[in-house]
């Protein structure tokens, strides 16, 4: 379909030279070589070369594209950063902001519960308690008091029927 002799690729003779000029991507001619003089003459070739040119930088950018952003882009990146970030917080943290509102409201129930128990149960101050400080022996029968002399000992056993 199309041949290697064809005007669009420049004259036969000189295709390889265009090849070795363009292995970098980039045309390097010697000046007032012979093949400087023929591109200066021959419009085929020039179109030729300047199509390889166009093609080379094509397949590199290809290869390596350019990482240049444009600044919306930059913008709109940042924004949904901006946005993801003040978002997660909130997602993270608000469970626990209502466990610790309710935990709050349970305890301050609990507290005046209690307020109003101690009020109307508690025993009057200045009063001993159950849990009061016990004197020790507090509740025992007292022992009988010493006996002053030998008669009343014999008159006491006499009267418990323990007399010999």
Request: aromatic share 6%; charged share 20%; hydrophobic share 45%.
């Amino acid at each position: 379909m199309f041949s290697r002799t064809d005007a669009r690729f420049g004259c036969p003779e000189y295709q390889a030279s265009l090849e070795d000029v363009l292995r970098e991507g980039e045309a390097y001619i010697e000046p007032h070589s012979a093949l400087d003089r023929h591109l200066q003459g021959c419009p085929n070739c020039r179109q030729a070369l300047n199509d390889a040119l166009v093609a080379s930088k094509l397949m590199r950018h290809a290869r390596y594209p350019e990482n240049a952003l444009s600044p919306a882009f930059v913008t709109r990146v940042m924004t949904s950063i901006r946005e993801a970030t003040q978002a997660v917080p909130n997602a993270l943290w608000r469970p626990l902001e209502l466990l610790a509102s309710r935990m709050a409201l349970v305890a301050a129930v609990v507290l005046l519960a209690l307020s109003v128990y101690l009020r109307e149960f508690a025993p009057a101050r200045g009063t001993v308690g159950v849990n009061g400080p016990v004197e020790i022996g507090a509740g025992m029968p007292e022992p009988p008091a010493q006996p002053v002399d030998a008669d009343e000992v014999l008159i006491s056993l006499s009267d418990t029927g323990d007399a010999i």
